[in-house]
């Protein structure tokens, strides 16, 4: 099979060195991943297999890192990664959802083939695909090997994107316009709120003339009503009402690159307590993305936040933004650079960043956000589409 991966072998070899590195200051000899956004990062790997095991062993002394999953998705990593065909290595399916061995066992075995099983092993430990049984599978299959954590080692070193990557994602972003636009059009006095959520999915789906979407890592975020005034809460089965206000936490999707945007819609005449919100999100929205450049730091970027909505009706105790880019559900954030006190983090050319200023008050709540990527002078919006209160 001829492999196919989305980004040139310069770009695998270097995202790998940038692993090496990192994985050298923090004393790991071999690094297993099994965030699937990380395997796709290093290696290409896009399947929806990440409900079973699977990952990568990246060691400081081979060239290929080597791939492990479910014997059946073997041919999914020939298929797409840049890997060799001896670096693809499949587990029987005994081995799968079993109360008698784990994958993990067949990672032990895999180490000791490679020599690896007395090494310093990293692992991702806070990630949502490395769960306690693989921490005990290893632990006892490896008795002399060092296990310590290397969570979000691969994340920092994807936080500056290379042109190819922010490519992807003003594909994707040109996907998120037509997402919401659907989204507003659709809508309406009448209009069953899982039916407005199909036709979103739709248009997340289909992408534009030129490309196709992709499913995005987080499922429309679309509530009404009573329950705008918290976060993450989707469709139900209702019909919109007049005077309904639908908060809409979207996407766009391009080989996994998203373009996440956020903006609030009310059927009818808005209250002026709304319009006061939402003025005021906006204005602190506007003047957090002309004060971001490179140098500044998260925490500074959320001072500027602050500043910005002083005196206003506007609440916020949350941060009010993230790093963004490639991943697979349950999130498509980077667990990296947040905007709040205390994130030092420096801010440069090539890092992503959605800047979500969302309020959730007591009855209601505002969303309107931007995802941006850092210039030598300061920001790009990736998204063209309004900033405003979208009154029907």
């Not at 947040?338 to 505002?366: A, E, Q, Y």
Request: proline residues 6%; hydrophobic residues 40%.
């Amino acid at each position: 099979m001829n492999p196919k991966p989305l980004f040139s072998l310069e770009e695998y070899a270097a995202r790998l060195k940038g692993t090496r590195e990192r994985m050298y200051r923090e004393g790991v000899e071999v690094l297993l991943v099994t965030d699937p956004a990380n395997m796709n990062y290093l290696s290409g790997y896009d399947g929806w297999s990440f409900y079973v095991h699977q990952g990568l062993l990246v060691f400081m002394d081979r060239d290929e890192p080597v791939w492990f999953g479910r014997m059946q998705d073997s041919n999914g990593a020939r298929l797409t990664t840049w890997l060799s065909d001896d670096n693809v290595r499949g587990y029987q399916d005994h081995y799968v959802q079993s109360n008698l061995r784990h994958p993990m066992d067949f990672v032990a075995d895999l180490l000791r083939e490679y020599g690896a099983d007395k090494r310093r092993l990293g692992v991702e430990m806070d990630s949502y695909y490395f769960t306690g049984q693989c921490l005990e599978s290893l632990a006892e299959n490896l008795p002399e090997a060092q296990i310590i954590n290397a969570n979000l080692l691969v994340n920092w070193v994807r936080l500056v994107k290379s042109p190819a990557e922010i490519a992807y994602m003003r594909d994707a972003a040109r996907i998120v316009e037509k997402v919401m636009q659907t989204a507003v059009d659709t809508i309406d006095v009448g209009v069953r709120e899982g039916d407005a959520a199909a036709e979103v999915m739709k248009a997340q789906l289909s992408g534009t003339p030129e490309f196709t979407g992709d499913y995005a890592s987080i499922m429309p975020i679309m509530p009404s009503g009573i329950r705008t005034s918290t976060a993450h809460l989707s469709w139900v089965d209702r019909k919109y009402e007049k005077g309904d206000l639908v908060l809409l936490e979207l996407a766009g999707n391009r080989h996994r690159y998203h373009a996440p945007l956020s903006r609030t819609l009310i059927i009818g005449p808005p209250p002026q307590e709304l319009q006061d919100v939402a003025q005021g999100v906006i204005d602190g929205l506007n003047k957090v993305i002309d004060f971001i450049k490179p140098g500044v730091t998260g925490e500074e970027v959320e001072a500027a936040w602050r500043g910005a909505i002083s005196g206003t009706k506007v609440v916020k105790e949350s941060r009010m933004g993230y790093a963004y880019g490639c991943n697979y559900p349950p999130d498509w954030g980077e667990h990296t650079v947040s905007l709040r006190p205390g994130d030092k983090n420096v801010f440069k050319p090539g890092m992503t960043i959605h800047v979500m200023p969302g309020v959730w008050l007591d009855k209601f709540g505002f969303e309107c956000s931007e995802p941006i990527v850092v210039t030598e002078t300061g920001c790009e919006c990736f998204v063209d589409f309004p900033r405003r209160l979208v009154v029907k």
